[in-house]
Every structure is written in C-alpha cells, then in structure tokens.
C-alpha cells in the first residue's frame, strides 16, 4: 500500500506502478471530460488541440464562471464548484482515449467495467477513485482552469485545469487485473442468498 | 392570504442555490449514525472525506456537489390562499433560470433528442413543479430538491404479478442496490415505491427517496418493509462509495398506494449521499426558510 505522488504527465512504467490499495496525490495538470465530449471525440472524430498523452483526466463537468482573460491566463473561465460523476457511462471510451490520446489515469467515481480493465492491462493506465459528492473539498485542490476545448459542449467541454494537491485518491483499478469495485461486487453477490433467506424472499434475480 | 408571484421567483431563486450548499441537519444527523456504526477503515476514511466535504462547503460558501442535478418544486398549498396557478409556474421557473445565470450555476439540462443545453437548468417540462394541497391556513410551502443524476440513474420499475407476492418485492429491492454498487454514490437513501399504477409507482419511490430521515412509512406495511430492507441492505458490504463497508445506505424508505388485483407494481428511486432539499414557506408575514 503505498503513496505515489504524480508530476502529470506520467510515462507507462509509473502507470503500471499502480496498484489497488495504494493511495495517489497528482500535482500540475489534470484534465476534465465527460460523456459529451467523449461522444464529440470518438463517435463524431472530433479532435482536441490539447496533447493528453501520459495524462490524467477526471469525469466532470464544472461549474464555473465566465471572466475577462487576465494577465497570465486568457482562460475565459474561473473554478467555482468542480466535482466528479459517475464513470461507468463513459465505460466504452476508455480504451480509445487510452490507444488515441494516450491517456494513462482515469479519476472518477463508481468504477469501470472489465473493458476498462483490459484496457488497463494493455496499454498501462489505472483507475483512481475520488469520493463523488466532495465537490467543494475536490475544487480546494484546483488552482486554476488554464485552458479549455471545445467549448461549444459547454459544460462538458474539454478543460484544462492547473492543480495543487488533488487527492489522496484510492487506487481502485490497475493494469494487473485488480479491481475493487468488481471484489466488492462479488462480495455482495456472495452475502445475497442468506439476507434474502433473512427476508424470506429467496429467489432468482431477474432484470 | 394572495400569493404574489415576484415572492415566489425570489424564493424559487433563493431556494435552488441554498439546496445546492446547504445539506439538510436530518442528513448530517444520518452521517454521524453511519460513521459511528462503521467498522470498515476505508468506509470510515470516506465517511470523514464526505463529512469534511460539507464543512468546507459551509465554510467556502461553495456547492457541496458539482451536479445541480435535474430542478424540482414540490409547492404545497394550504387553506384560504388566492393564487394564479398559471403565474405561480412561470414564476417558479424564472427564478430556476436566474439563480443559473446570476450565481452562476452549471446548467446539467439537455433536450433529450438534440441534447442541447439552453444554459437555464430549465427545458421542455423542467424544472418539475409538482403542485398539491394541504391544512395550513394561508401557507405555501415550497420544497426544492436539485436531483442529482448518478442516483437518478439508478432508478427501476417491475411490474411484478400477484403470484410474486412482497418476496418478490423485496428480492428486488435488493437486487437493484447490488446492480448499482457505487455508482449511485452511497451511502444512499433508497427510495421504494409499492402498488399504484406504473408512473405512480415510480413518483412514489421518488418521495421515498426524498424524504426527511427520521420520518416513517404511514402504512404500517409499508413501514414494516422499510424496516426489514433498512437492515438487509447495510449487510450487503457495498459500503460508501461502492468500496467496502457497513454503510451502503442511510435507510431505506417505503412509500405505498393501492393497486390493481393484476398488479403488483416495485419501483426503485435511489438518493445520493449529497441529499440535497430546501424548503421555504410564504405566508402572509413573509418568507422563512425551514
């Protein structure tokens, strides 16, 4: 169980480093993208300026408000409120973003499936968990948007976020097959026949 | 008491933004029972991680949760007050789409078909203004609930046979918080609607969900369901945020309406951790907040 600190970008072999359990702070750039943008992205063959490759990006979408560019930044935007949303929607963009943008961590809440993990396993990249709902403690460890793409997605734009601190975030997905979301899952499926007996109410699951 | 509609905006205004920073004390009150029952050392680092997060809310005068979700108004109307329902609608929605612009606050609403964001958190039938009617004399109670989309996503209809029986209903109940796990970011408020017809069904588990906690069931049935669910799903070891733990969900809450002699109607509504609602009441000496 160890911490790593992340100068983003990372290279492959710092990716792999990553194992679930461990605990992960990221410093410098992070980058935010959501369903929308992925979309754009890989069902549309939209392209982004911005060069992702060893990076990291957060499933969000921010709140934020419009400001006159100033002297060291021309972003129109300032960070008010930015958290992060349920990833498993995104779950069929992660190894494209992975094989085309080289995209090596993905942040977000809830996990990702077993594509996800392939991809993981691949290409070398790891999930990391944020815990979802802490928006305005996860906005403290944003200093500033730098830049965004995109933009007529807005707010599911592609941004560029300038960060100080951001975690530390659970290692809940790695390029070694771990996962806890699926450990847990199974767990549940485990303990599920004894708390139906419990409740009477034995029987198959159904959709 | 004449309801004035520039008082309704302001409030509608008001009310969305105070939802959005504000977490009710019933849900905090919920968090201590949950951090105190948790055994699991990762559940309990979240549960603190979630607990900070409502403090530096307060404190950075900041959203608790980057979703401003999907807008809803329950106005409730008591005795001998004169309203134009027409004008009290539009009202409600003005304010909406001020506290978007003038906050400002992200707009998380689309059209369904061209996913178009008006930048207005309103849209075709949003905000949702649920309009109903009760005992106080000369009292408008207006609730807003931002609801948030990962828990909505968990939500299920069964149109369950007779046959089935509760079993079924509660097996399926069950079935659905696995199927979720953390995605609907727990720990949760389950909401459980039982009987009516299929949409009443699924707005009755929407109540549930939204309720205070602390408040019960009025169907001593339903209530008993609540009770026995409460427990069964906290065994599940989902635990906050899906990784491990006790505390998978604050309560679980039953709603329940009568239903046909064919049916046997369970609908699901989940409620994220971040249970966000505010209610403010007009009456003739003015507006308070609750």
């Keep these: ?31 935010g993208i959501r369903d929308a943008t992925l979309i754009a992205m890989f069902d549309r063959g939209r392209t982004t300026r911005f060069d992702l490759k060893g990076h990291a990006v957060v499933h969000t979408a921010p709140n934020v408000r ?58 070398g990249g790891a ?9 305005a403690l996860e906005t403290t ?13 807005h707010p599911e734009s592609l941004w560029k976020f300038r960060i100080k601190g951001f975690g530390p975030l659970l290692v809940t997905m790695d390029s070694h097959g771990g996962s806890l979301h699926s450990d847990v899952t199974a767990a549940a499926m485990a303990r599920r026949d004894a708390i139906l007996a419990k409740l009477g109410a034995v029987g198959p699951a159904r959709a | ?73 329950n106005v409730t109307i008591g005795r001998n007050v004169d309203f134009d329902g027409v004008a009290l609608q539009a009202a409600i929605r003005r304010g909406c789409e001020r506290a978007t612009r003038e906050h400002p606050l992200r707009s998380s609403v689309v059209h369904p078909i061209t996913r178009k964001n008006e930048q207005t958190s309103c849209g075709v039938r949003i905000p949702i203004i649920n309009v109903d009617f009760d005992e106080r004399e000369e009292t408008v109670a207006v609730e807003m609930i931002p609801k948030g989309s990962g828990s ?35 720990p949760t408020i389950v909401g459980v609607g039982i009987g009516g017809t299929s949409d009443l069904c699924m707005h009755l588990a929407k109540i549930a969900a939204t309720r205070p906690l602390g408040t019960t069931c009025p169907d001593a049935e339903g209530a008993r369901i609540e009770v026995e669910l409460s427990e069964a799903v906290n065994e599940l070891g989902i635990g906050p945020q899906g990784l491990g733990g006790r505390a998978t969900s604050f309560r679980v809450h039953v709603e329940v309406a009568a239903t046909h002699i064919t049916m046997n109607p369970v609908a699901v509504n989940i409620q994220c951790h971040s249970a966000r609602r505010a209610v403010g009441l007009i009456t003739p000496g003015g507006v308070s907040f609750v």
């Design chain 1, 66 to 123: 419009k400001v006159d560019p100033r002297p060291g930044n021309a972003c129109p935007y300032e960070p008010l409120c930015i958290g992060t949303t349920t990833s498993m929607r995104m779950e069929r963009f992660t190894r494209p973003l992975m094989q085309r943008d080289g995209v090596r961590i993905i942040i977000g809440k809830g996990g990702m499936g077993q594509g996800t993990l392939d991809a993981f396993r691949d290409l």
């Design chain 1, 127 to 135: 999930y990391l968990a944020v815990v979802g709902g802490a928006a």
């Design chain 1, 141 to 153: 460890w944003i200093e500033t948007i730098e830049d965004v793409d995109m933009d007529d997605l």
């Design chain 2, 152 to 186: 909505e996503n968990g939500s299920f209809l069964q149109m369950l046979i007779p046959a089935d029986g509760a079993a079924a209903i509660k097996r399926f109940v069950i079935d659905r918080v696995i199927e979720c796990g953390g995605r609907v970011c727990p």
């Design chain 1, 1 to 31: 169980m160890a911490h790593h600190v992340l100068e983003m970008p990372v290279d492959e072999a710092q990716a792999r480093a990553l194992k679930v359990g461990d605990t992960v702070t990221l410093e410098r750039t992070l980058f």
């Design chain 2, 1 to 73: 008491m004449q309801l004035d509609p520039n008082e309704v905006e302001e409030l509608a205004k008001a009310l969305y933004v105070r939802a959005l920073k504000l977490l009710p004390p019933d849900i905090k009150r919920g968090f201590e029972r949950l951090t105190r029952d948790e055994t699991d050392s990762t559940a309990r680092t979240i549960l603190g991680t979630m607990v900070e997060n409502i403090a530096v809310a307060e404190r950075t005068n900041n959203l608790l949760c980057q979703d401003t979700g999907i807008p809803i108004y």
